[in-house]
């Protein structure tokens, strides 16, 4: 059974890597960040939290109308590999409890 708490972290989550990805202007960071959320958001999600997923979805909007290079992985993500398998994790984790809570 599904804890209670663990949708709202694996929320929490997505909207820091959302934070970071927006930091690094990453479009395919933050889109995958953001499809969690939105899923997590949809399931079990406080209203500031659906708030927060909707700026990050226009912040998305925004950057994929101005980014030249049309949103490819950025050079600074790919040079840190701390962040890539933080990454991998935090995907795991909230990609299980997408799974277990649908």
């Given amino acids: 059974m599904l804890d209670k ?22 479009l395919d960071y933050m889109g995958a960040w953001l499809h969690q959320a939105q899923e997590l958001v949809a399931i079990q999600g406080s209203d500031e939290q659906h708030a927060q997923v909707l700026a990050y979805e226009n912040e998305v909007r925004h950057l994929r109308e101005t980014e ?17 398998g933080r990454e991998k994790i935090l995907c795991r984790r909230a990609s299980r409890l997408t799974a277990s809570a649908a």
């Fill in 5 to 26: 708490s663990e949708p709202s972290r694996a929320i929490a989550n997505c909207l820091r890597c959302l934070r970071l990805g927006l930091e690094i202007r990453d």
């Fill in 68 to 84: 030249e290079d049309g949103g490819r992985r950025s050079a600074l993500l790919a040079e840190h590999p701390l962040v890539v």
